[in-house]
């Protein structure tokens, strides 16, 4: 009987390779929960769908995340609070955006927040081409040498650049909260504070009328694509990859925005369109998986095997 031995490269392949799988389904998750929202916002309008997805978050964090009230200091609390009001912005300038501007040139327009955030503080000459790259591909997507330009609403360029640096500004403060407020707490806290400053304009705004189950069924989806399962997954997700290849996997993130937008919004695309999607979508790839990582040390690679 022969004795079998344990390689952990191989175990450490399956659990990058089942990371990986898992975030490109999340990237699938959260573009089919907005192209979802992309047919229902027509029908409710964007602060209804936002706050319901939103709903639907709170919904399924809560129960499991509560906060402690005797642990929540201001000192602790106000980066989740910033948090919620950038949640709210971000969401809903995105969702807009869609409305006025289709998914796949919205998604497109949004992913130059992180980006930018990524390559802020390199000093490198290829970074530097790839945000000059990048630029040019959104110039070529709505510019005035667009083939498609008099059909670009100008109202929701603004919006998706509003959801661009709100996307930068979630990056930063996610990283802050998750030192401050353990596991989840920090985003249950965010969600509230995002829910609670929507709520009122979605009553406001809100026609019993256009309720039906398949509305209902429809931001049910948005809620549960987009926020809840993506969201709880992250976790799971970050403890197999590294943060630069969850990085490069979200940077297909237009892409799958682009395709989810013709399969479901009926959405057609130039060639130039196609091309400057795939030009933005490589910049941010090449440099993202360029950057050299910051070596380990021993602790953390052994904490690493325990995860």
Known sequence: MQRQTHDPDAALRRRRFTGAATQLGTE???????SLAGLVIPIVGSFVVVAARQIVM?????PFYRPKRAELTWRRLWPALALGVVLAAMNLAFYESVHLLGLGIAATIEFLGPLALALATSRRLLDVGCALAAGAGVVLLIGPGSSDAASIDPWGVVLALTAAASWAGYI?????????LPGLEGLTVAS???LALLLPFAVATFDPAVIDWRVVGLLLGVGVL?????????TFILRRITPRLY?????????IAAIFGWLVLSETFTVLEVVAIAVVCGAAGTAIATQRERPKSDLEQTAEGFA
């Open 247 to 255: 990085a490069i996997i979200t940077s297909f993130g237009p892409v």
């Open 226 to 234: 987009s926020s809840a399962l993506p969201y709880s997954l992250d």
């Open 28 to 34: 699938v998750s959260i573009n089919f929960g907005s």
């Open 192 to 194: 509230i504070v995002s």
């Open 58 to 62: 709170v919904a399924a964090v809560l």
């Open 172 to 180: 930063v403060l996610t990283r802050r909260v998750a030192v401050g």
